[in-house]
């Protein structure tokens, strides 16, 4: 082959096409790289230049050269591969991706690879291949959770208000419990983790006890008020907002909390009618959507660090953990700042094919 490459001339025609192709972001990346390279050779440019401005070796970009020269834009194409021909269609693809998700194998709950090949009449490989391309898993399922509260749009837009935009003067707090805290203990020691072996620990347990923890976090400062009580009433919430007022004598108290029925009790509103206790304010987050709750996210964090893998000999010992903790937090000074907008959470609560 001679050293210097043959020159390249294109028509007005073909460089309309050749420069659309080269600007495309949809076109294959191939295509839109050939293009590239006889355009640069129209430009006078070496194969050597065009190799380093394409990504492609000198040798490659020799060959396009040639057989655009040779077939003009016709040889831009792709060629038929040799092979084996194909064994399943376009159709039996949707076949299989339709079975997939729209039908359940008998007596089952979902397909295997298996049982959709035998349905679907084609090959397990060709199945496994299909659902990978299509992303389909079905092995594997999710949960969801919709509100039906009737008032879910307000109660968004007044929940989410406080956090991006709260009042001045005022704090924010988010209230919950987590009830039913157990006090576990393992029935034989733990075995500490050393090189090459993780910490291990028996599988069965002893219930030493249940606690109800009660805790407000304050959203503008990661500062947190909890109390530890032994039942889960009206009483014992009624106690813990006075422990709220006491922490915070003056100024608008605003509380996000649930609809749980201790929240809205009788008692509840007995309390809240007094007039000492009117600067509370209760926002009232929609039905099942506890994710709207800041303090949520505190309670995931002592699951996560204390309570998953600790152990309780006595409630006493639970106790003292549990409070450690949001002691250990409120020094800390964690705060969890909302970024979703009402409009965001109300337009993807409304999407009903959103997953």
């Avoid at 430009?43 to 040779?70: A, D, P, T, Y």
């Avoid at 729209?102 to 349905?119: C, D, G, N, V, Y």
């Avoid at 956090?163 to 919950?176: G, K, Q, R, S, T």
């Avoid at 709220?244 to 809240?272: F, Q």
Wanted: aromatic share 8%; glycine share 6%; with cysteine.
């Amino acid at each position: 082959m001679s050293r210097r490459a043959t020159p390249v001339t294109v028509t007005e025609e073909e460089r309309g096409v050749l420069e659309g192709l080269a600007a495309s972001r949809t076109a294959p990346y191939r295509r839109v790289q050939r293009a590239r390279l006889v355009l640069a050779a129209a430009g006078g440019k070496s194969n050597q230049e065009i190799s380093h401005e394409v990504g492609l070796g000198w040798q490659s970009v020799g060959m396009w050269r040639r057989r655009f020269i040779r077939e003009r834009l016709r040889g831009m194409e792709d060629r038929p591969r040799p092979g084996k021909p194909r064994q399943y269609t376009d159709a039996d693809r949707l076949r299989v991706i339709e079975t997939a998700c729209t039908k359940k194998p008998e007596a089952e709950t979902h397909w295997s690879i298996r049982s959709l090949a035998q349905a679907t009449g084609v090959g397990r490989d060709t199945v496994h291949q299909i659902l990978r391309q299509a992303d389909l898993k079905p092995h594997q399922v999710g949960t969801f959770s919709r509100s039906p509260d009737p008032e879910f749009a307000a109660k968004v837009v007044d929940v989410v208000g406080l956090y991006l935009h709260p009042p001045e003067n005022a704090v924010v707090l988010c209230v919950d419990e987590k009830t039913q805290v157990q006090a576990l203990d393992r029935t034989q020691p733990k075995l500490p983790m050393c090189p090459h072996q993780i910490e291990r620990r028996t599988h069965d347990y002893k219930r030493n006890g249940t606690v109800q923890l009660y805790a407000a976090l304050e959203v503008q400062a990661g500062k947190v008020v909890s109390r530890i009580e032994e039942r889960h009433r009206s009483r014992e919430f009624i106690a813990f907002m006075n422990d709220l007022l006491r922490a915070y004598p003056l100024g608008e108290l605003h509380v996000i909390l649930d609809n749980v029925k201790s929240h809205d009790s009788k008692e509840v509103k007995r309390w809240h009618n007094r007039p000492r206790n009117r600067r509370v304010l209760f926002h009232f987050i929609p039905t099942y959507s506890s994710w709207l709750n800041l303090v949520e996210v505190l309670f995931n964090l002592l699951q996560a660090k204390v309570l998953r893998r600790g152990v309780f000999p006595t409630r006493r010992d639970l106790v003292t953990a549990i409070m450690s903790y949001m002691e250990k937090f409120s020094r800390e000074g964690r705060i969890f700042r909302w970024t979703k907008t009402a409009e965001a959470i109300i337009t993807s609560s409304t999407n009903l094919t959103g997953h």
